[in-house]
């Protein structure tokens, strides 16, 4: 078979890989892990799992596994710092993160398989990478981190998948994944909404972005609202979704510590178990309206973007977010969107973000869901409210 995937063909009769057409030559041992890796696309290869298929079960050396890797990585194009075609989860495995075709095995020419969008890597204040992702052509338009995401398996997912080509079909599309989650750096360094900020400050300082306007959401919102009132030069319009100005635990009724340790032991417990109690909780809370397929999805994408742990951290970080006081400074012409039914952030919240900056236009939606969901009749109104708002920059 041949497998094409980024730039590369990678064919198993012919035991050769192919880089921009021109062959690369790699070592037996190499051949296999890139071979292992390649028909399990999105799939996290364990390190025993490595040894069994390379090395037939044999013990081998950390330093000779390593090896390996380094120049697995060094025959497709990647490093261990910029990993874009194959991700390191710690203590865990190895995956390929790119969409990979599948052909039957015979001429070795290479035929581009395309690429929708480009991932490069920003530095934050403290030193922390920031995978960022551009896709699209037109005016250019950020979009805020937000928790949970996975710039290579939001491309492709049946939940966040139409949303983000959507928006990259009329615009320049900049996305990032927030520290400590997707491809940006795994470790959870300094989380606070001041940090967060600064990641944000790192991709369009990266991506060359003077002037844009900036699309927020959930946890994305008091981040992007301390980003305008604290650079209001550099944001043109703001979009808030599904947003709040102030935590679970900062707002006027009791966020309970029993409440908010009960929601940290599901996440520890549970954390990307399909039928765990914490799923159960989320789906409820989260996304009531998902479908199996949508369900499954965002479970992947749990276990892609983040482990348990840095998710009960970045949790307990949100929940303490308390942007009130910025809000009279924000100078963008702002658009605040809420579902009427959302468990998550109530529209209270929304509401407080509309009245608290100054000229903001509020709209309310329909919908039971916080997490954007295509199967929800709200969506097309939400996604074009968007588009029309940001298009009259």
Not at 141 to 169: I, M, N, Q
């Amino acid at each position: 078979m041949r497998y094409v995937f980024s730039d590369c063909v990678l064919d198993t009769e012919s035991y050769q890989l192919h880089k921009h057409g021109v062959e690369v030559s790699v070592e037996p041992q190499v051949f296999e892990l890139l071979s292992l890796l390649v028909e399990n696309p999105g799939k996290l290869i364990s390190k025993d799992l490595i040894i069994d298929r390379v090395w037939e079960g044999r013990i081998v050396s950390e330093a000779t596994v390593s090896a390996r890797i380094s120049a697995a990585r060094a025959a497709v194009g990647d490093t261990g710092k910029n990993q874009a075609v194959i991700r390191t989860v710690q203590r865990r495995g190895l995956e390929l993160i790119v969409p990979v075709v599948t052909r039957a095995s015979g001429s070795v020419s290479f035929e581009p398989c395309g690429r929708d969008q480009t991932i490069h890597f920003a530095k934050s204040d403290d030193g922390t990478d920031i995978a960022y992702a551009q896709s699209g052509e037109g005016p250019v338009l950020v979009r805020a981190g937000h928790f949970l995401t996975h710039l290579e398996k939001d491309w492709s997912s049946p939940v966040w998948g139409p949303y983000l080509k959507k928006l990259s079909a009329a615009h320049a599309l900049v996305r990032y994944d927030q520290r400590g989650t997707g491809l940006s750096d795994s470790q959870l360094r300094n989380p606070s909404i001041e940090s967060y900020m600064a990641d944000l400050l790192a991709v369009v300082d990266a991506a060359g972005l003077e002037t844009f306007p900036l699309i927020a959401s959930s946890q994305g919102v008091p981040t992007s609202v301390l980003f305008a009132a604290t650079y209001p030069e550099r944001v043109s319009r703001l979009v808030l979704f599904g947003g709040f100005a102030q935590g679970r635990a900062k707002r006027h009724h009791q966020y309970a510590d029993e409440e908010a340790n009960a929601l940290l032991a599901l996440i520890r417990s549970g954390w990307g178990k399909p039928n765990s109690a914490f799923m159960v909780a989320f789906t409820s809370v989260f996304c009531p309206g998902a479908s199996k397929e949508e369900i499954d999805n965002l479970v992947e994408i749990q276990l892609a973007s983040t482990s348990a742990d840095n998710a009960a951290r970045i949790r307990t970080t949100i929940d303490s977010f308390d942007v009130l006081e910025f809000l009279p400074r924000v100078q963008a012409p702002t658009l605040v969107i809420h579902a009427s039914n959302d468990a998550l952030h109530p529209v209270s919240q929304g509401r407080l973000l509309a009245s608290g900056i100054p000229g903001a236009e509020f709209l309310q939606v329909e919908s039971n869901n916080h997490v954007y969901l295509p199967s929800d009749p709200a969506w097309n109104q939400i996604v074009e409210a968007q588009l029309d708002f940001v298009g009259q920059a």
